[in-house]
């Protein structure tokens, strides 16, 4: 009987964190620190709910592979939840024949869900107790944590394309740098060549008064 009374417990556990979507060892760790009115987590029950969430991926993927009808996320919540437990209790749990894991889930589901789900449930966990040596872990790869030596890489500036992108504005200076030593010389020749007109312009006028000036000085000598 206490063994049912925390699976119980560890089903209302699991289906509360599952409709929140809240993480299922943060949820655990509520429930034991403030139980409220209730009696605190039965130590068995504690012991499936960090078992169900260590292995749920593998556990998940087993029940998606055996179930005929519904894939885990299609599932009413309180059916998966209870196929969860009596999986882990089938593939992880030696203490526990899978016939009595088996017939604690259709208690829990003949109790807390509808008509259909415990042939729906036996199916399903028949043919995990069947093929339970054949179910492969699912393994989550940790990732290292990166030495110093490896972050100052990441930071050393040394992609080549921000090498390259260096030296082409190098390059652009050096090729801006000539029109503008062009455009320089172009204007000291308008300058140049503005001076020679305004020379020219003055001995034209130069030019201009003399002939004037010869052309008064005839007028008058015919005048006279």
């Known amino acids: 009987m206490a063994r049912s009374t925390a699976r119980k ?9 599952d409709e929140k979507g809240q993480e299922i060892l943060s949820l655990l760790a509520e429930r034991i620190d403030h139980p409220g009115a209730q009696t605190p987590l039965p ?8 078992g169900v969430e260590e292995h749920r991926r593998t556990i998940d993927s087993a029940l998606n ?10 599932m009413a919540v ?3 939840n209870i196929l969860r437990i009596a999986t882990w209790e089938i593939k992880y749990n030696p203490e526990v024949p899978s016939k009595v894991a088996i017939d604690e889930a259709l208690s829990l589901a003949k109790t807390l869900s509808d008509a259909e789900s415990p042939s729906f449930i036996h199916g399903v966990l028949s043919a995990i107790d069947d093929h339970k040596d054949e179910i492969e872990e699912i393994v989550i790869p940790v990732a290292e944590p990166e030495s110093p030596e490896q972050e100052h890489a990441e930071q050393a500036p040394s992609d080549p394309d921000v090498r390259d992108g260096a030296d082409d504005e190098g ?4 090729h801006n740098s000539a029109p503008v030593a062009e455009l320089k010389s172009e204007e000291d020749r308008v300058s140049d060549d503005g001076a020679g007109i305004d020379s020219e312009a003055g001995e034209q006028a ?5 002939s004037t000036d010869v052309a008064i000085e005839e007028r008058s000598d015919t005048e006279e």
């Open 43 to 50: 130590e068995y029950a504690i012991e499936i709910i960090r």
């Open 9 to 17: 417990r560890a089903l209302n556990t699991l289906y509360e964190a």
């Open 171 to 174: 390059e652009r200076d050096e």
């Open 206 to 210: 130069e030019t201009s008064a003399d």
């Open 78 to 80: 309180v059916d998966r």
């Open 65 to 74: 592979q055996f179930s005929q009808l519904w894939k885990v996320r299609r």
